[in-house]
Each structure stands twice: as C-alpha cells, then as structure tokens.
C-alpha cells in the first residue's frame, strides 16, 4: 500500500461566522422577490437602491402584538413609535389598525395631527418640548409625558388662570436589572425624585395627572426587567390612591421590545434569542394583573413598542459594483448601499443574501458600502458567494430607524416602495434628486459670480 503524500495543516483564522460541533453553515438561499415581487423588476422600475416595505407583514406583525396582549388583560392600547418609521404611509397603517400615535418632538406632533390622529389619541413624549409645543398639546388636550422639572414649571404656568388643564403623566426611570441603567430620562424612582414630581402634580391647579410611563431601555433581550418595572409603577398607583385618593388612568410600558436581528458580537442568532411578543405581554399583565391595585381600577395598559412592530417588514435591495482583493488577500464586495442609508448596520449583522441564484461555494467576505469613508462597512465579515458586478442583494429587517435615522451623504437618498395587500408596488416616498437637495440653498449675492482660472 502506497503510503500518503503527507499534506501540511493549514491555521486559518475565521473572520465569518462561529462553528459549532456541526461545522459553519454556509448554504446561503437567495431572496428573489418580496410578496409575490420580483426583487430584480423592483430595482429594474423604481432603481437602485430601494428601500421595499411589506404591508401585509406590518399588520400581521401588529395584529400578532395586539393579541399577545388584550387576550392577556382586558385594556391595552398601542401607540405607534413615530421615531421608529415616521414614513405617512407607514403611520397611517398603523393608526388604520387601531393604533394611537407616540410622538418626541413638535415636528412629529405636526406629522401625527396631518395623518389625522385626534390631540387627545396622541402621546407627547420627550425632553425638547417647547412653550409653543406645550400649548399646542394642551389645547388639544393631548397626553403630556413630562421628563423634567423644568418641563413641569413650564406646564404650571401655561394652565394658571387659563382655564385650559393639561392631562399630564410622568416618565420615570428606574433599576430593573438592565445595564447600563437608563436614566437620563425622567424622573427616578429609586431616588424618590419621581414621587416628588407626583406631589408636586397633584397640589397643582388645572394639571390632572392621568398616567404614569416608563421606558427602560431599548432592544431588552428578556422579558422578567419588564415585570419588574410595571411592579414599581403599580406601587407609585398604589400611593397616590392611599395619600391623594386619585386613580391612574393608565400605565404606559413605553417599548424596547426586540426584533429578530443579530446584534453584534452575538454568539446566537436573534432569531433564535428575541424574546416573543407572548414573552413580554406574559412578565407585564401578570405584574399589573396580579399587583395591589384593586381590581375594580386597574388602569389601562400603554405600549409604544415600535422596532418589533416594524422591523421584518423593511428591506433594502441594492446593486454590486465591485470585487476588491483586500491586502490580507481577503474578498470585498462593493455595494451600492451605504451606512447613510442603513444606520442599524452600525450595532447589528444584518442579514445580507443574493437576489439571484448562485454558486454555493463562500468566501470570508467584508461588504463595503459606496462611500468614500473607511467606515463604510455592511458586514464586517461574512461567508458570501462570489457575486458579479450588476448582481443584486437584498438586506432584511431594516424598517425600524433606517428611514428616521439615514444621512444624505454623499448619494441621494433612494426610493422607498410599499407592497400593499393586493401585491401591488407602490411609491410611498420619492428619491432626492438634484433640484430636491438644493431648493433650500441660498447663494447670497456676493457669491453669485466665480472666478476660476
């Protein structure tokens, strides 16, 4: 017997993806079209990149929390995250589906009264509100989340002897386990600085306190913090029934709920950690439920949940423009999305396939964005199939922030398509073009004439 021709091991370190004791799974499938829509007729109509949004997912998403929720307890009401997705389009399915409108500026407060949310169904949260927005609120008797002193001396002097009273609730943040701890927010509980705030609410004139809010934090990957939470507000209710002989209207767990996306640095995917909507509705309701609030004044459940509700029905598509060779010899791929568009891909590692079939052989890949800027990066390192210049990918679970939070840097910002219940593809924001970027400029007149030689 021939002996074997001995072969010399090989250490290569991995940049992509970690093994388990079944290897790395490297069988990527494409994403070729989005409800019943090819993604290559998608970007050959509206362009390159675009950003497509799914309607049927957002209500089956929404439909999904709601239920997790009121088949737990009796009074819940949805207010939807205007920060989240403030896109008309897409706040107007969610106030079709019965949900309120959360606001953090005047700006969002405007869009909110636009799509045609009554004052009194809108949330006014946030530490920027000005006199002119305060008044606003007031006189359309609108929930006043207050976040700070000064906020509440605002208040006070806006209602004294105006005959106008401003429905009020108090953020407060508090310890629930969750590092680090979210306090720049509101009013302390642990402090007494939130207690404080109540006193000095209820011996207030033409102020009634109807609700009491808390938002501990964001992307909270368990749900018992949230159980420890809604146990404080429903001991501050408690309180103020005993000492003040006034009843909270309602208890607002603000949101923070997941999504399914990667976070980075994550061992696990999302998909197999995020806890589910029965998770949360479960550590909630059974906190309030079970609190010693009597049962005859239990408050209405709030919830501004916002990312989960958005998240699986975002995606971005876009184009390849280039293999590179980097110096260590790794692959990079060069797409014509970039992190002006795609601001989550900063803390998550999105999910990034193919429009197309392909060849299932991989390759430790770094995906650049367009931008002339190092930091410029989709996917640090990912296993990826060699795709050709003109070959399509398709990015999913971007709907929450993207379209809040993207930069025009650079490029224009694309394109944004919602595929309604029928399967149809429509434009819901237009592309920036030249004359769109410029309306706003002014050249004063010195500066009319140049002169280069």
Known sequence: MEKAKFERPVITRINAGVPDKFGMKTNIRPVTEIDNNSIRELL???????????EKTIRESYREAESAFKTRYPRVQFAWSYKTNYLNAVCRVYH???????????????KAIANGVPGNKIIFNGPDKSVKDLEM???????????????????????????????????????????????RFGFNYENGEAWTAVNKILTAENIELVGLHTHIGTFIMTAEPYAVATRKLADLA?????????????IDMGGGFASKNTLKGAYLPGSDTCPSFDDYAQAITDALINSDIRHDKMPTLFLETGRALIDDAGYLAGTVLANKRLADGRRSLVIDI???????????????????????????????????????????????????????VVISRIGAYNMTQWLQFITYRPRVVMINNDGEAQVIRENENFDSMNMLDKIPGHLEEINIK
């Open 96 to 110: 079709q589906e019965g949900s309120w409108a959360e606001v953090v500026s005047g700006f969002e407060y405007e």
């Open 44 to 54: 050959s109509e509206f362009g390159s990149p675009l950003f497509i949004l799914s």
């Open 137 to 183: 609120a007031i006189a359309n008797g609108s929930l006043i989340h207050i976040d700070h002193f000064d906020e509440l001396y605002d208040i006070i002097d806006l209602t004294k002897g105006s005959g106008n009273k401003a429905k009020v609730a108090i953020r407060i943040n508090m310890d629930t386990g969750i590092y680090p701890q979210w306090d």
């Open 338 to 392: 970039g992190v002006n568009m795609l601001f989550t891909s900063f803390w998550y590692e999105h999910n990034i396939v193919p429009a197309q079939d392909h060849q299932q052989d991989t390759e430790d890949t770094t995906i650049y964005g367009p931008l002339c800027m190092n930091i410029d990066v989709i996917r640090g390192a990912v296993q990826f199939p060699l795709l050709e210049k003109g070959d399509q």
């Open 238 to 250: 408690v309180r103020i029934d005993r000492k003040f002989e006034h009843v909270i209207k309602y």
